[in-house]
T-cell receptor
Framework: NAGVTQTPKFRVLKTGQSMTLLCAQD?????MYWYRQDPGMGLRLIHY???????AKGEVPDGYNVSRLKKQNFLLGLESAAPSQTSVYFC????????????FGQGTRLTVV | GESVGLHLPTLSVQEGDNSIINCAYS??????FIWYKQESGKGPQFIID?????DKRQGQRVTVLLNKTVKHLSLQIAATQPGDSAVYFC????????????FGKGTLLTVNP
């Protein structure tokens, strides 16, 4: 049971380049989330999904897009990367939104130069 | 304690001592709380949770206390071990249509052998 798997683990982008981060979960969870983690800021929610085909904005959605075409996958896209998007990105999933814990992936360290 | 700039609150203890990590949460409507442990280079891992209709919950070597009157959460770790060294986050879920967990900024626990 792999849990939540993120691809890639590390990436360096030039300003203006685009990329997609992939999150896959094998726990049949309905809810999936993308967070970013910056020093001293804790984890902040970028976008989330409450089921296949649905997405919604979180706390810091600007500059990111997401898609949930399949229940097990949640993609995070950066159309035009900026240095301010240098961060560690975590994907998480949960059975429900309330009253259950979220399971996290190992993270993707992204540097935009 | 409060975080200052990019610096996390820190707690340094001796191996075998008990540790208490504190968290002040923000939303009086929050009905579910979780403690996560994050080791360097890894994603957050679930430790223990508590619902708002409880004031104490115990796990293996860990106890979570909830004081709704002052919106305070604490994590007690008994007989702290070097493997407990990590950043600890509290998270709250305010229920209703709010699907996200709101995370605190974290506390760095260092266990000295």
């Amino acid at each position: 049971n792999a849990g939540v798997t993120q691809t890639p683990k590390f990436r360096v982008l030039k300003t203006g380049q685009s990329m997609t981060l992939l999150c896959a979960q094998d726990m049949n969870h309905e809810y999936m989330y993308w967070y970013r983690q910056d020093p001293g800021m804790g984890l902040r929610l970028i976008h989330y999904s409450v089921g296949e085909g649905t997405t919604a904005k979180g706390e810091v959605p600007d500059g990111y897009n997401v898609s949930r075409l399949k229940k097990q996958n949640f993609l995070l896209g950066l159309e035009s990367a900026a240095p301010s998007q240098t961060s560690v990105y975590f994907c998480a999933s949960s059975y429900f939104s309330q009253g259950t814990e979220a399971f996290f992936g190992q993270g993707t360290r992204l540097t935009v130069v | 304690g409060e975080s200052v700039g990019l610096h996390l609150p820190t707690l340094s203890v001796q191996e075998g001592d008990n540790s208490i990590i504190n968290c002040a949460y923000s939303n009086s409507a929050s009905d579910y709380f979780i403690w996560y442990k994050q080791e360097s280079g890894k994603g957050p891992q679930f430790i223990i949770d508590i619902r708002s209709n409880m004031d104490k919950r115990q796990g293996q070597r860990v106890t979570v206390l909830l004081n709704k009157t002052v919106k305070h959460l604490s994590l007690q770790i008994a007989a702290t071990q070097p493997g407990d060294s990590a950043v600890y986050f509290c998270a709250e879920n305010s229920g209703g249509s709010n699907y996200k967990l709101t995370f605190g900024k974290g506390t760095l626990l260092t266990v000295n052998p």
